[in-house]
């Protein structure tokens, strides 16, 4: 397969769009012939990411990378960044407002099911600055 | 084992439950049932292929259902999706049901017949 890439640009005050770029990832790694598991895990691990974008941030660029032994995802936002990543990362940490809670978001489950669907996830932030999530789906060991 | 096989269509004739775009969307296999309103417990916790029951009727159901693939969502207790998340549920092929019984009711009667 050759080397693939693909960006897409979040809004970052559309809740009612946000999830268009995971879907369209999704078409497209379906088109590829991936396995369906693979696709399934690559599109919730983004979409979580996207989410994150429109409710923590305000927007950002996805860049995707697809290769013979992965697919890369790279959220980068410049937003208001996160304080402190390992509180971030557990299970039902938010700080999600009440506007984002009453839409069903808030559970403070998205980071930690984007560690759980890729095979590798790095989190860079900087308060004040912006967040780049880095996450592997590994393509090779299926 | 279950020999017959139980599918979105039987939520209707079967269990009552008010399709909202069967008629324009493919019938899918029903392979279990699941409860849930935290949009992201959901994504990283529903299962492919189930009857996805939940109060929560907004947009963001529809990218959620479409992402994990469920074979539907029922909305249940009776919460109903305006137009708006209707056309975008027709659009990613997502189906949707509706039913006036709580969420361990409208569960319980699927997982029943899931059981036959
Ligand atoms: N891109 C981001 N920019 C700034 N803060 C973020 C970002 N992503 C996550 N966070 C912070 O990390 C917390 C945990 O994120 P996580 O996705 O796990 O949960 P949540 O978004 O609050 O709720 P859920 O994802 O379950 O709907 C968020 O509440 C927020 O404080
Ligand atoms: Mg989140």
Redesign the interface.
């Known amino acids: 397969m050759p080397k693939l890439h693909f960006r897409y640009e979040v809004d970052g005050d559309d ?2 769009r ?2 268009e770029a ?2 369209k990832l ?1 078409q497209s790694l379906k088109q590829l012939g991936l396995s369906p598991q693979l696709v ?1 895990r690559a ?2 691990a983004m ?2 990411g996207e ?1 994150n974008m429109v409710a923590h941030a305000d927007g950002g660029v996805i860049d995707v990378d697809i290769d013979t032994v992965a697919i890369t995802i790279v959220m980068k936002d410049t937003g208001k960044g996160i304080e402190d990543i390992g509180q971030a990362m557990k299970e039902g940490f938010s700080t999600a407002s009440e506007e984002v809670r009453q ?8 980071l ?2 984007m560690k ?2 890729s095979d590798y996830m790095k989190v860079d932030s900087e308060v004040g600055v912006g967040t780049t999530v880095t996450m592997k789906i590994s393509i090779a060991d299926e | 084992m279950s020999a017959a096989r139980f599918s979105t269509e039987d939520l209707a004739a079967s269990l009552g439950f008010t399709p909202l775009n069967q008629a324009r969307l493919p019938a899918r296999e029903i392979t279990s049932v699941y409860c849930g ?5 959901v ?2 916790t529903a299962p ?1 292929g189930s009857a996805w029951v939940t109060v ?1 009727n ?4 529809i ?2 259902a ?4 469920v074979a539907c969502v029922i909305m249940a207790a009776g919460s109903r999706p305006n137009e ?1 998340v209707i056309a975008r549920a027709d659009e ?1 092929g997502v189906l949707l049901f509706s039913g006036a019984g709580q969420i361990f009711e409208t569960a319980f009667q699927v997982h029943e017949k899931l059981q036959l």
């Open positions: 809740f009612t946000a999830g995971s879907s999704k399934r599109a919730i979409y979580e989410i839409m069903g978001f808030g559970a403070g489950m998205g930690p099911n759980k669907h | 309103d935290l949009l992201s417990h994504m990283g492919e929560m907004n947009i963001n159901v990218a959620v479409s992402l994990a693939e708006d990613q």
